[in-house]
């Protein structure tokens, strides 16, 4: 009983997935995904397993009529701090991404 209550643990731990989640505003970012790039990022931090958050960042968004993509997920370094606290302490990452194209233009935007 023992062995298997170990394998299904030590199971858990090594097939765990990298909880990405993707929310799409308007068209996203248009094109495959080497196009995009970062336009504001900030970390989302947890304890106990994430009961409890201990912050809400609020990101910047994109001016209007840009389609951006909203990601969440687990960089390797939130896994590795999330496992050495065993869970006490996680983070996630939270980026919104938008088209390099788009990125032109909100700069163009912000020159006049």
């Not at 097939?15 to 993707?22: H, K």
């Not at 947890?46 to 009529?65: A, C, E, M, S, T």
Request: hydrophobic share 35%; proline share 4%.
């Amino acid at each position: 009983m023992k062995k298997i209550l170990s394998i299904v643990a030590l199971s858990t731990l090594l097939l765990s997935s990298c909880f990405v989640n993707r929310t799409t505003v308007g068209y996203g970012p248009v094109g495959a995904s080497i196009h995009d790039m970062t336009y504001s990022k900030a970390k989302q931090r947890y304890i106990l397993f994430g009961l409890i958050g201990l912050n809400h960042p609020k990101l910047p968004i994109p001016p209007v009529n840009i389609g951006y993509e909203i990601k969440s997920s687990f960089s390797l370094w939130d896994g590795i701090i999330t496992g050495i606290t065993v869970g006490i302490y996680g983070q996630r990452t939270e980026r919104i991404l938008i088209n390099r194209q788009d990125e032109r233009s909100i700069q163009e935007r912000q020159k006049q």
